[in-house]
């Protein structure tokens, strides 16, 4: 897969960015349930490493009752960098963080951010206006209800965002199954993503085992 | 975040139209829980108010069957101003409203309307002819049918209205938390739209206290 | 409203289009509930004689499973033309069709057909290639699952054609309230689309009648 | 109605028992949309002052991520006893509780509890063997599931409790219209209950009003 | 079929009792899909008439927002008797309602009252007290939610009254196809309870008709 | 397992009565997918042979718009006895069909009917009252709304009646793995009843095969 | 809590019986997310340890396509032992299985087993009729279709058994939180049963820390 | 219908493509019922056959826990060349793939692939930009969760793919009934695609035989 494939991402170019998973924000959750999303989070926490893509995280007053930042994100990846908001409800309102992104030289930014409707949307579009490469992963974002997420949907696609899901992101991320690391990738994907996966190797294994 | 982001709403280029949210026509709703459609309107109005956007109403022979206006508009947004129909459906066939908006030199239509097949939808897309940027707040409309709110999203996208949900409303016109009114918005957002948020707040506030 | 709107119906321009709506096909409509898209039919069939539409009906083989085409159409429109399909799959296929449309000089098309995915898009597919500007009335078509329906809205929009609602279509052609016959499109809506609103009716009444 | 229907509520002989309806476990519920269960919570509080019920509370550890009651509870029955737990998981365990009830020498006991399955499910079954006639709201408590809260259903059901709703205990405890507080009983339906009426009114107060 | 099956309904022992079936309360139902519900009371009436069953009707202050009693029932069964209620809840507090159907000597109930957790279940409570045999007719009531309906079942099952469907009672009230005035019963399915039948006839029809 | 165990099916003592599996009847069903039940009736032909069970077939009005039975009931089991009806709506009101039964002088009914709140109910009501063991398969009957087949559960449940799915029969008529038809049963549950089953046998003989 | 509570778990008394919790047969399940069944399972191998329950395992032909039992529950639970089937398709026709129980000396039999119709179903059913006090723990069972849950908790309420879910058997072994072992099984509860507690620890946590 | 249609599929001009639709993955699927799924996919491979497409299947890792192709693609389409892929998870980025389809000449592509996401996804950004007419068969590919689907199908109509149904190819590819295999066609659409049809040919031929 070439890099200049306009419809999908470049890992090279890409840039993660994490937006507001705090544990207070999740409990507002109503278009995904809540451990799916933690998943999902997590998921794409692991991935950044693994891809080695440059990611930055930012919480929405994080001391108050939307609270902390789920720890997962800086656990799984610490070299993620956390920019903190200075009572900019879009985050592309905080020039360190626009900085932050511009300094990578990157032009692809993957994005997810709870409430779907705002901190994910927003940033996607200024972004795009600012020239970006937007993918926005709705099913690791969690929005206040369901109606609201279809809308956000239509929203950012008509701005010219691509919307994708994180077993998408995760694969092309991973882009090929022939490298050394392959297995952790497939190891993300059994234990955040496509859980169901666990029980397939399990009767595989059996299954070859009583032969 | 510059006014010239074509995406997003410029509050100071908004006017905020609220068609036909009459107490008849509400029982036709079957989209969204009549509840918090209630709550949905009751934050524009409020948000209207505090945000100074130019407001204009109508109702649909309030004096029939189709019941009138829900008190709560005009009584949150004293400067709102009603423009009675004269027999148009299309909110844009009845000149006073065309020529209302037009005084206020805003280019910029945040609209919802009981019920969106119709009265939200027909003012958009004639407001989109004339030239203006228009904002759809499709869960504060209010549908006779599911079916029916997917069409009507799917046909005002093609058209070139945005679409948009009550909170990324609230949060384009709170633009940001540096603001002596912020906690006003907040208690907009606490009191009609993100409710559940009063738990977050009862928690913390607790959680502090007992320490 | 001007004609010259271009996301909405001229009620002066439009030829009513009703494919195949026929007691077997109906029997394998998943997507809507069959005495709601029976009587959407119906409206549509009374709206076209109303708005003096000129309307063209076609069945698919209906001396066979598929069965014949539900009587009220013709019994509520006397002027509907039937043509018979000749083992076309597409009714854009029988040179009669196009024959009858183009005769009447008018460039939009209203269409609803069962099945959804076939009978009504690929009739609007082929109008489109063939420059006439099309509206789906996809609550009045009926489809063989929900999917399948939420794929076909997709398809058609991205090829231009306007997905529309039977309550929308019944507006736009009623287009103002200030008209003689005003009542009987009211009537239209009371009888097939929007049932509940003769509760509000007979509230309004007993309520004067009290007073 | 006499007292001695033994399927309903004498409301003479009733006690209302409201059990850890608390801000963080409110976060947990999934069976019903949290500001629904709030405001029927809201009602039950408001009519046990109503009908002068005795009214007993408990919370379990509110100084812990459980947050504390909701105060709208003893704000809107001043008279509620609040009866802390002591370690408890089911409040029939705590000797206090079972005392103050008995002090009431009432055999009527209308519970809701948030988690369904647990804080209101387990006094309920002590309750009964204790020889209670036990009540269970089950739409003021909130449940971890849906399907927990169907299995707790026939679990209650199965021990001689009966089932109720909200709308149910509001009528059985009003018993008639012929009482001079009735448009207070009437109020809380309309406030927190059957919250659609209010539209009822207003569409009946204006057609009235336009004779 | 003998009379003492103790399941099922004896035609001649059975009265049909139809509570509260308003235009106002109509709108507050959220359990069924409001057009279904009224073909399933004019059913009702239909079929209390064909089999001659004692019909009485009651409805809950009328002159008020609750609205007047649909006007299909005493239309369709003009022997129907209308009790007005005096202030009482509970229909089975008013003593005229109890009197008259003491009065037909018959001890079998067949109810359904809108809302369901009320109207339908106190008189039916009370009826089981007094030591009559209730069928409880779930789809022609009319519920304020669906969680109030599922528990609303449980309660009255629990009580002894025989939870029934509209569809049901129609075809224990026809008992037999043998009978003068069977295609009256069936022409009461065809028009407001299987809805969907209508077109088997109609491709039966046709596909006999082109032999 | 004994013959003795009151809950469950005795083999050797039960009786398959398959109730108006008719093409036209099937078009009504609205609480199952019509492919689906359409195999569990076929899994129930197939178990009546296998498990060598007195079977009896009977139809409504087979020659009117009902129409017939589907054939792959006498096609798997051609054992079973067609009865037919002369006028009954109850099947157990037909003196040939309740003949049939006693004559096997076996007291354990396995029941599935079209529609289920009529055609399975009724005769289950009647075989209960006549002293029979019913069991009601309930996936394998088809009702003409879910909330009908919920209160036809509550009802046969109360009666005495054990309700049952077609994955329980087929387990309990099988009885055990160890026989010599087991394999024939297994098949019958993967053709009809557990479908997803045919993936794992794929992926373990696969498995197995690449060793 | 006394010991004699009919309704209710003496965990002094109880049994664990997971039943074909196998890898393949979780791929059938239809009624509940599988990764949430799966945490479920896990819950009970952990608290049949805390709670020091005596437990029982099996699994049906975990050789073939069925798959083995997934590796949580001996490993959460070393002390759990493993009985093999025979062919037997109801676990309680196999005689070692009985008598395990048996020696246990305890009446209280808690079962989860996959298929719930089937593998947790019918041991429920004839240790019902040997006598035992049986809870069917629903949600850990998994089943291949909605309507055979319903149909298969009602039967099993038919039947005497307390239909129950793992957050209930979790409160109802917790028993007090007076207990030096309560943070382990806080910590299942966390981790398996009502994951977003989690959410409310960290947003607590944090909100301490911050004063 | 000309072959210019760009909307439309010109079955002289199709490949179809089948991707990665294995025993195993299967078992992943959340958006669409399985066995569903696996009739779609069958009416593919015969459609193909029928329509004299050239088609290509390949697998992922088909020896591992991902589990064989599904047998009946080559089975009912033994023309049908399968192309292994050799660690590449984007089947586009496998030249052999890319290779057999150019060689075929033709330029419309009709793809489904398991998981919806990854394998149908991919493969048709990369052929779009490769300047390929790309029909995505949604409803025969299966997908992970339904909100990845509608994302996905919001992706690849974005970049200009047309998303299609399965009912909506065979009728395409079957383009007029005026076919000497016509039969064959309307087979595979009775026995895999619109499986009710089968009770309309019972009922038909049934009413034309009591004539």
Redesign the interface.
């Known amino acids: 897969?070439t890099a200049v494939?306009?419809?999908?991402i470049d890992p090279n170019d890409a840039v993660m960015l994490l937006v507001d998973h705090q544990?207070?924000l999740?409990?507002?959750v109503r278009?995904?349930?809540?451990?799916?999303l933690?998943h999902h989070v997590c998921a794409l926490a692991k991935l950044s490493r693994l891809a080695k893509l440059p990611t930055f995280t930012t919480a929405s007053?994080?001391?108050?009752?939307?609270?902390?930042l789920?720890?997962e994100i800086h656990q799984y990846n610490p070299e993620a960098v956390y920019i903190p908001r200075?009572?900019?409800?879009?985050a592309?309102?905080n020039p360190k963080w626009v900085e932050a992104i511009e300094k990578t030289k990157r032009k692809t930014l993957l994005i997810a951010g709870t409430?779907t409707?705002?901190c994910m949307?927003?940033p996607t579009?200024?972004a795009?206006?600012a020239g970006y490469k937007v993918f926005c992963i709705?099913?690791a974002s969690g929005n206040?209800?369901k109606?609201?997420t279809?809308?956000?949907?239509?929203?950012i696609?008509?701005?010219g965002a691509?919307?994708?899901?994180t077993?998408?992101v995760l694969?092309?991320l991973?882009?090929?199954?022939?490298r050394p690391d392959a297995m952790e990738f497939a190891q993300v994907s059994m234990d955040h993503?496509?859980?169901?996966?666990?029980?397939?190797?399990?009767?595989?294994d059996?299954?070859?085992s009583?032969?």
Do not use: H
């Open positions: 897969m494939n306009k419809w999908m544990s207070g999740f409990q507002l278009d995904i349930d809540l451990p799916t933690r007053v994080p001391d108050g009752p939307n609270g902390p789920i720890p200075t009572g900019q409800i879009n592309w309102d409430l409707s705002v949307a927003f579009l200024s795009l206006v709705i099913d206040w209800s109606m609201a279809d809308i956000t949907v239509a929203r696609v008509q701005a691509v919307p994708i899901d077993n998408a694969s092309e991973t882009n090929t199954w022939n993503v496509v859980l169901p996966y666990r029980c397939l190797m399990e009767s595989y059996k299954a070859q009583v032969q």
